[in-house]
């Protein structure tokens, strides 16, 4: 069967092999025949060598961790061939820590987890994948043309799960949102707070290009200016970019006791001339909380679907800007100007 990998750590190894083995019984007892994988910035940084890791005595990762596929199999019956399903990316270090312990590995303390098509265990970019049933979502078969947006949407449930936790350390009644980036993340982030009923502003560099009207499409207000500029101080404050200097604006840009949840991975080595003292001055003052957040345990899994099923179908169908047989791989994995979101199409 077909499958994308590459040799992690060798720049520019992606390949496309047409014998690649069928997944071993090991994987999981649900066998899954793939539709569609996406792509994102963590599948270009590993093609560049600069991220990931093949399963143990394996040279060879088989990449894609953004997953749509349909039972073939499921001797268990918690799935019927035919459904939709889609598999969560990381699993639990084998210690397991106490995090790990109880289904919560995204917030694994000892870094020993694996994600699939990332770290040790290999991706969905293959015609078949198995997966154990704990490890398997099922979809609202109405989201077929758009169920590959699971796992960004699991990410951005995550993120808006922990500023409600954070909320709920006082008296909270936020009611403006700030998402900088409009990106794939940025975008669900957005559409996720505007299903809590939030003001919703998304802030981004780009002036032509689908982002400033999928913005508006959703209710919410689009910005091009920098984040200092804005003539408002927004309650939450959800960073998408990584961008360092967005970082640097929006922890110091939140209205009084806000939540800056930082969702972006800089890539470090850039210095920039910072006034720490009044930082912190801010911070403290503010009764401000800024977090990082990442990945997504099942509960979110489960909240993204349910999200996703509250959507409007044509919006959510509209971030998938591209679609690539997966025959021309090549051309799905060069990222052009005007894409959200790229997806391998495996039905093609
Ligand atoms: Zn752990």
Same mark, same amino acid.
């Given at each position: ?66 997953? $749509?596929?349909?039972? %073939?199999?499921?001797? #268990?019956?918690? &799935?019927? *061939?035919?459904?939709? @399903? =889609?598999?969560?990316?990381? +699993? ?46 099922? $979809?609202?078969?109405? %989201?077929?043309?758009? #169920?590959?947006? &699971?796992? *960004?949407?699991?990410? @951005? =449930?995550?993120?808006?799960? +922990? ?50 009207? %999928? ?11 920098? @984040? =200092? ?55 403290? %003052? ?63």
């Amino acid at each position: 069967m077909r499958a994308v990998t590459v040799t992690p750590g060798v720049p520019n190894s992606l390949r496309l092999v047409h014998d690649h083995p069928e997944p071993p019984a090991e994987e999981g007892a649900i066998l899954v025949e793939a539709l569609a994988v996406g792509i994102c910035g963590t599948d270009h940084e590993i093609i560049a060598g600069d991220y990931g890791e093949a399963p143990p005595g394996a040279s060879t990762l088989v990449l894609g961790h953004e997953s $749509l596929g349909r039972v %073939l199999e499921d001797p #268990g019956g918690t &799935l019927q *061939p035919g459904d939709l @399903v =889609a598999g969560i990316v990381r +699993h639990p270090d084998p210690v397991p820590c106490p995090n790990c312990a109880i289904g919560e590995w995204d917030m694994c303390r000892n870094g020993r987890y694996t994600e699939h098509g990332i770290k040790e265990l290999p991706g969905f970019a293959r015609d078949r994948w198995r997966v154990q049933p704990r490890f398997a979502v099922g $979809l609202d078969p109405a %989201l077929a043309p758009v #169920g590959v947006l &699971l796992e *960004p949407t699991a990410v @951005v =449930a995550k993120a808006w799960d +922990h500023i409600e936790r954070i909320g709920a350390r006082a008296e909270w009644q936020p009611q403006t949102v700030l998402v900088t980036g409009a990106g794939p993340i940025g975008l669900l982030a957005a559409l996720l707070a505007t299903q809590r009923g939030f003001s919703v502003h998304v802030l981004d560099r780009a002036t032509t290009g689908p982002k400033p009207g %999928l913005v508006r499409a959703l209710g919410a207000t689009y910005h091009t200016e920098s @984040v =200092a500029q804005l003539d408002f101080d927004p309650d939450v404050i959800v960073e998408c970019t990584g961008a360092p200097v967005v970082v640097l604006d929006a922890m110091c840009k939140a209205g009084p006791t806000g939540i800056i949840c930082l969702t972006g991975v800089s890539s470090g080595g850039r210095r920039i001339d910072f006034d720490a003292g009044a930082l912190n001055r801010e911070l403290v %003052l503010e009764n401000h909380v800024v977090f990082g957040s990442v990945n997504a345990n099942r509960r979110h899994w489960g909240l993204a679907a349910e999200a996703l099923a509250r959507a409007d179908p044509a919006w959510l169908s509209s971030l998938i800007t591209r679609r690539v047989p997966v025959e021309a791989y090549t051309e799905a994995y060069a990222s052009t100007p005007d894409d959200i979101k790229v997806v391998l199409d495996f039905t093609a």
